[in-house]
């Protein structure tokens, strides 16, 4: 993706030279094959250490938090997403982000890509068109990129930014897809059937707080599984204190959660993260058709009151 990287670039330098912005949010070149990383540029000859490519994984709208200096940002489909919710949430002005709109095919999960090659070594990563040609030492293996996608990137349904100041490249074809067939599946099993899966998938957890530092809408100063007056829950890995850091942190995205997938990405333990999130913005979207990020008028649901809105799940004794 030379090209993007290219026009990333050219964008970057002018914003910088014409004073438009104090800092640009983008990627930057990791130290190992696959591992883009967040880089903060503030000079305008630093802006060749810029980057794009299917490695791009991270949601930057997690650095945009309570700044006070004009920043541009490198935004594709989810990050786009989640900027409009900070916005509407207060926590950055609209006028105070510039924002680089770059449509998005959807990031390769590098985890598939390495169990792929049965533990060979990987020295170099090409990306032409829809294949990742892989090389190492004494090998080259060619890849179909759109197969090695992130789950998230494979129901992804707004790839193209849905605000953007600039916008960098071309758009693409959104998926035409039903993006909530696995939680349909799930909804279809038992309570019982589903709280064993869950179960399972918590007692994995190690409370390190990963997906909630990587969370783009997580930012509040301090969470409540940190709270000591009051203290809501207990800081072991025991399955009642695990389950309702989970659950709460779950009810707290409803209406908010923009589906990028960066929790699931940031567990080291595989713990299925986005079950749960995608089951509640599921329930949003029937509920009141509202999807979060997708417009800055729109007031998210649990957030505000209206008098027709359904309460059939009210239990009236």
């Known amino acids: 993706m030379p090209e993007l990287t290219n026009k990333i670039r050219e964008v970057a330098r002018d914003l910088l030279q014409q004073k438009k912005v104090d800092l640009v949010i983008g990627f930057a070149r990791g130290t190992t094959p696959m591992c883009s990383t967040p880089c903060f540029v503030r000079q305008d000859g630093e802006v060749n250490g810029l980057i794009w490519d299917s490695f791009c994984e991270n949601n930057l709208a997690k650095y945009l938090v309570k700044r006070s200096d004009k920043i541009a940002i490198i935004a594709k489909g989810c990050d786009a997403r989640a900027v409009v919710e900070l916005i509407?949430?207060?926590?950055?002005?609209?006028?105070?982000?510039?924002?680089?709109?770059?449509p998005c095919q959807g990031m390769v999960d590098r985890g598939m890509v390495r169990s792929a090659l049965e533990g060979n070594e990987i020295q170099e990563v090409e990306e032409k068109d829809d294949r990742l040609i892989i090389k190492g030492?004494?090998?080259?293996?060619?890849?179909?990129?759109?197969?090695?996608?992130?789950?998230?990137?494979?129901?992804?349904?707004?790839?193209?930014?849905?605000?953007?100041?600039?916008?960098?490249?071309?758009?693409?074809?959104?998926?035409?897809?039903?993006?909530?067939?696995?939680?349909?599946?799930?909804?279809?099993?038992?309570?019982?059937?589903?709280?064993?899966?869950?179960?399972?998938?918590?007692?994995?957890?190690?409370?390190?707080?990963?997906?909630?530092?990587?969370?783009?809408?997580?930012?509040?100063?301090?969470c409540f599984v940190d709270c000591s007056k009051p203290q809501w829950i207990g800081k072991t890995t025991e399955a009642s204190d695990t389950a309702i850091f989970h659950i709460m942190r779950a009810f707290h995205l409803a209406g908010r959660c923009v589906e990028c997938g960066a929790c699931e990405r940031a567990c080291p333990m595989g713990v299925d993260i986005r079950k749960l999130n995608r089951k509640l913005t599921k329930d949003v979207k029937e509920r009141f058709d509202y999807e979060a990020g997708l417009n800055l008028e729109e007031v998210a649901p649990l957030s505000t009151f209206k008098p027709d809105d359904a309460e059939e799940f009210i239990l009236h004794p």
């Open 88 to 102: 509407k949430e207060n926590q950055i002005s609209r006028d105070q982000v510039v924002i680089i709109g770059v």
């Open 137 to 222: 030492k004494n090998f080259e293996k060619v890849l179909n990129r759109n197969e090695f996608l992130h789950p998230s990137c494979k129901v992804c349904t707004h790839r193209n930014p849905v605000i953007y100041d600039i916008l960098v490249g071309d758009t693409v074809k959104e998926l035409d897809t039903e993006p909530y067939l696995d939680v349909a599946e799930f909804e279809a099993l038992t309570p019982e059937e589903r709280e064993e899966y869950f179960s399972k998938e918590f007692a994995k957890c190690i409370r390190c707080y990963a997906c909630r530092n990587a969370c783009p809408l997580c930012y509040c100063q301090e």
